[in-house]
């Protein structure tokens, strides 16, 4: 096997938060196999004056296909797919070499095609269908609820027996994890962030189930109530999680609960806080009302020491669009996070969300060869992230491009 040396004038040490400099990668089959200053291998990359960086995770999106807010206007099923796939090649180009699809009947039909090199894009995992009770988050309130039982991007399910049986037909459907809807949303007309969705016997059926047939579960859970419900009944994640308050933050630091914040929709809000983009004026209000708490609750995330990581939940439209997803760690260090630490959200810490820490998100031998280069230095730099000249999947390279200059 021949071995490929990358050479950029600085490399990520995720775990220190630092960038090292005079620091070689040498590649072969697709693994990293040394990290160290002069590295002799058979061929050289030279990728310039770049920061090298793990692979981007981003562990919280959908693969929707979908490019307006209007539910009026969807497109059949066959055009989402399509936009979808370009999407992912969006995705891949921007330097995302794995995600989290939370919901979505397309990702399970993209995630092969991926895969086999069909076509370009991310590694996904995909949860297929979310679950929620009637409803719920995941249920779209406005259609006759036969007709959203026969759809392919939700489940749902009341009772524990109902429950673990979703369970058991989302992994029938190909699910990597599950995600579940434990409140409901700012997206949902007839329901509120701050409504407890399912009753503690109902999470507690779902994850003894997705647990015992070995996967982890993902908690859509904006409101106190519904987050503490899920991290006591043994979720793996919460995703959202708007209004923390100690009591949650201290049972996710006891039990290792990974956060997922969605924080790039606090700016989504903000720019859309005035209407437009045909934004209902009911979804704007509770836009509104969640912005404070976002950033209240990142704060005592982050003070906790929760292990937190980046998932954009962007699935297609303006301002929402994929290839866009580094405002999520933008978003983060606006709001004061440290750069060092949202870089360690968007690599190891979105790993660990997947139980991929010991394959991807630093740059170490026996670790895959996903890597990122990008012009500029984003601990001095979020906006670095932004400057993606080169993908690396694998160890080949799939994308290169003419870096922007700071």
């Not at 708490?293 to 990142?298: K, T």
Request: net charge negative; hydrophobic share 40%.
């Amino acid at each position: 096997m021949t071995i490929t040396v990358l050479r950029a004038a600085r490399v990520l040490d995720v775990m220190r938060g630092v960038l090292r400099e005079g620091v070689d990668v040498a590649v072969r089959d697709g693994t990293i196999v040394a990290v160290g200053p002069g590295l002799d291998g058979d061929s050289t990359l030279d990728l310039g004056d770049t920061s090298l960086l793990p692979g981007f995770f981003d562990v919280h999106l959908h693969l929707t296909g979908l490019r307006s807010y209007d539910e009026g206007r969807l497109p059949d099923r066959e055009t989402a797919a399509v936009r979808a796939a370009k999407d992912c090649a969006a995705l891949l180009a921007a330097g995302f070499t794995t995600v989290r699809d939370c919901g979505s009947a397309i990702a399970l039909t993209l995630r092969p095609l991926v895969a086999d090199g069909t076509i370009p894009g991310p590694r996904i995992f995909a949860a297929g269908p979310a679950i929620c009770q009637t409803g719920g988050h995941a249920d779209t309130h406005h259609l006759p609820l036969e007709e959203v039982r026969r759809q392919p991007d939700a489940l749902i399910a009341d009772g524990p027996w109902q429950c673990r049986q979703a369970v058991r037909q989302a992994i029938r459907a190909g699910a990597d994890f599950i995600k579940i809807c434990t409140t409901g949303g700012v997206g949902t007309e007839r329901d509120h962030p701050q409504d407890a969705h399912f009753t503690p016997e109902e999470i507690t059926a779902i994850v003894e189930e997705a647990h015992r047939l070995g996967r982890r579960v993902a908690a859509h859970a904006q409101g106190t109530a519904g987050v503490r419900a899920a991290v006591l009944a043994g979720v793996d994640s919460i995703e959202h999680g708007y209004y923390l308050d100690e009591e949650c933050v201290a049972e996710m630091r006891e039990r290792g609960t990974f956060y997922v914040p969605t924080f790039a929709l606090k700016t989504f809000f903000e720019r859309t806080s005035e209407g437009g983009h045909g934004l209902p004026e009911w979804r704007l209000r509770k836009q509104r009302e969640v912005v404070g708490a976002m950033s209240a609750s990142l704060k005592l995330a982050r003070a906790a020491g929760l292990t937190i990581a980046t998932g954009s939940d962007y699935y297609g439209p303006p301002l929402r669009r994929h290839g866009d997803n580094a405002d999520e760690p933008i978003s983060m260090v606006r709001d004061g996070m440290p750069p060092a630490d949202a870089l360690r959200a968007l690599t190891l810490h979105g790993a660990q969300v997947l139980g991929l820490a010991d394959q991807a998100g630093s740059i170490e031998p026996g670790k895959r060869a996903d890597l990122v280069a990008v012009g500029g230095d984003p601990l001095r730099d979020i906006e670095a992230l932004r400057r993606v000249g080169f993908v690396i999947q694998g160890g080949n390279v799939v994308h290169d491009r003419p870096l922007r200059r700071p």
